[in-house]
């Protein structure tokens, strides 16, 4: 994802469609991994989303597909997600990641929340003996950090 963001970041008419393209050829040059990803629909099991689409319910909803939207590198979230599979072993796997490369302090605070509550979590996992219990703490602890 590094080098399709250097490449692309502050360019103008950047679109969705555009930054999903140059990932997935990114991707393909990775001889470890099968960059198809694994969790289809989305195509490609990869999903890029700007502005105010970063808040979706489901990227298997055709509307939450990579699209012609265009980013506004100073003011748009960037949501990117994609699934490959570990070519060798088989084994699955999702990355996720929202970026913000503006200056708006509220949006830079609340980034910075989030990182200290999944830290939190991090830092508490082998506290946990279950998913239930995993589910229990992460809900106390999003709800401390708000």
Not at 56 to 76: G, K, M, V
Not at 120 to 125: A, R, S, T
Not at 134 to 139: A, G
Request: hydrophobic letters at 35%; one cysteine or more.
């Amino acid at each position: 994802m590094n080098n399709t963001l250097v490449e692309l970041y502050g360019k103008n008419n950047v679109s969705e469609k555009d930054f999903k393209e140059l990932w997935q050829k990114n991707l393909i040059k990775e001889k470890d991994i099968i960059a198809d990803g694994w969790y289809n629909p989305p195509p490609k099991g990869m999903s890029i989303l700007f502005g105010n689409r970063v808040s979706f319910d489901s990227l298997r909803n055709t509307y939450n597909w990579a699209n012609d939207t265009i980013i506004n590198w100073n003011e748009d979230l960037l949501y990117v997600y994609c699934s490959p599979v570990d070519r060798s072993s088989g084994i699955i796997g999702d990355i996720a990641i929202t970026l913000y490369f503006g200056d708006n302090k509220d949006i830079i605070n609340h980034i910075k929340n989030c990182h200290d509550a999944v830290l939190e979590i991090f830092n508490k996992l082998n506290t946990v003996e279950s998913s239930k219990g995993l589910f229990k703490l992460s809900q106390q602890v999003f709800l401390k950090h708000n």
